[in-house]
């Protein structure tokens, strides 16, 4: 594969089994269609440092594999969902870019010592919403609007990430119809985020918090939100 490609359409694993077929990119890589639409895909590899990886509809893949590749990127497509899993191949290794797109992960993102680098989520002039329904382990996850939101989009997900803001009173954590976890760190002493959501008004949910936790406000919409 050449230093930058572009695949224009599908890659499907049309087999009856999960986690057959993979692609290796060598450089730059763009997919502008479904993969894995029929059974996921074995794999995506990174093949060198200082490259990315732009999946532009909804993928299904065993493994996105950063390959222990430094200064690697990872882009999905605005309102796509990523199913599957991502490996760092080390630690601290890979970001994954949501500044521009609002993306749902449904999987496992890193491991207990091979994090990825960075979650990015939204910029200083768009609001983006990371949606995860699985577990994520992130060296950092930075939240670059007032109005970006994390999002648990089934109970039991969590989070393992120090959560850094751009801002004080910046980003929503939002566990209002989902029980969700943050181990780690969640803002500091001069830059709060602005409100974690718990529970609705008909549901009593649980949020979870193992570190540090610095909110403007917690929302506690039913008795039994805790």
Do not use: E, W
């Amino acid at each position: 594969m050449p230093a930058s490609t572009t695949i224009t359409g599908t890659v499907n694993n049309i087999s009856s089994t999960d986690n057959l077929g993979s692609v290796n990119a060598a450089g730059d890589l763009t997919v502008t269609g479904v993969i894995g639409n029929t059974k996921a895909i074995k794999a995506i590899n990174f093949g060198a440092a200082n490259t990315t990886v732009n999946l532009q509809s909804n993928a299904s893949i065993s493994s996105l594999n950063f390959a222990g590749k430094s200064g690697t990127t990872l882009l999905i497509g605005d309102g796509k969902t990523f199913t599957g899993g991502v490996v760092a191949g080390g630690d601290d290794i890979g970001t994954i870019d949501l500044t521009t797109n609002n993306v749902t992960f449904s999987g496992t993102i890193g491991a207990n010592g091979a994090r990825v680098s960075n979650i990015d989520i939204g910029s200083a002039n768009a609001a983006k919403t990371f949606t995860l329904k699985g577990t994520a382990y992130a060296k950092n996850t930075t939240i670059n609007h007032a109005d970006s939101t994390i999002t648990f989009a089934s109970d039991g997900s969590i989070l393992n990430t120090d959560l850094v803001l751009g801002g004080d009173q910046y980003g929503i954590i939002n566990a209002s119809t989902n029980s969700g976890t943050i181990v780690g760190n969640i803002g500091g002493v001069s830059a709060a985020v602005a409100n974690i959501k718990v529970g609705s008004a008909n549901t009593a949910k649980t949020f979870t918090a193992s570190g540090d936790v610095y909110s403007t406000a917690i929302s506690l919409s039913n008795t039994g939100s805790t």
